[in-house]
Antibody
């Protein structure tokens, strides 16, 4: 069974750093891209970026380039999303999702989400 | 990239059919790209409902169908059921990135 299990909720202060994780199981982790999606409170889904764990090729949405860092450790089948200096506006639910590609690409499995709260 | 355009809300009675539109441009929906659709219940992660424009993953009811015409993709839900009440999002490739629609809240009356 394919599963993506994300790390638990975080409460941080502005200016702090943070790294959240997404562990894949039940499939070959290195053969599928993993994407990250933001959902701010009461708002829609926003594409942040994607990584191919096989070679760590990473693509960012222009809106998030320079704001976050996406990485992966294929030895432990885990992808990461990190911030060096959090802002209150980073408060959101963050989802990872596996990208599958046939005729086109789509997100077929999703993590349960990690809630990040940034408040002084 | 700008978000794809979806109606903020749609509603229907049990047993009826509804259609949710997703309008983009010739650079995303209107290109060769095939839209995917996701259902999200409150407090839950999104779930893939339609991929490659019109295909249903295993386990998704055949009451859900997808189509595309020009720069607009559509999700149709027939035989509405109470459990269909949720938010729905379309998604398309946009160059080397991806773009979601703004989301549509479906209310089953």
């Amino acid at each position: 069974e394919v599963q993506l299990v994300q790390s638990g909720a975080e409460v941080k202060k502005p200016g702090e750093s943070l790294k959240i994780s997404c562990k894949g199981s039940g499939y070959s982790f290195t053969n599928y891209w993993i994407g990250w999606v933001r959902q701010m409170p009461g708002k829609g889904l926003e594409w942040m970026g994607i990584i191919y764990p096989g070679d760590s090729d990473t693509r960012y949405s222009p809106s998030f380039q320079g704001q976050v860092t996406i990485s992966a450790d294929k030895s432990i089948s885990t992808a990461y999303l990190q911030w060096s200096s959090l802002k209150a506006s980073d408060t959101a639910m963050y989802y990872c999702a596996r990208q599958n590609c046939g005729g086109d690409c789509y997100l077929d499995y999703w993590g349960q989400g990690t809630l990040v709260t940034v408040s002084s | 990239q700008s978000a794809l355009t979806q109606p903020a809300s749609v509603s229907g009675s049990p047993g009826q059919s509804i259609t949710i539109s997703c309008t983009g441009t010739s650079s995303d929906v209107g290109s060769y790209n095939l839209v995917s659709w996701y259902q999200q219940h409150p407090g839950k992660a999104p779930k893939l409902m339609i991929y490659e424009g019109s295909k249903r993953p295993s386990g998704v009811s055949n009451r859900f169908s997808g189509s595309k015409s020009g720069n607009t993709a559509s999700l149709t839900i027939s035989g509405l059921q109470a459990e269909d009440e949720a938010d729905y999002y379309c998604c398309s490739n946009a160059g080397s990135s991806r773009v979601f629609g703004g989301g549509t809240k479906l209310t089953v009356l």
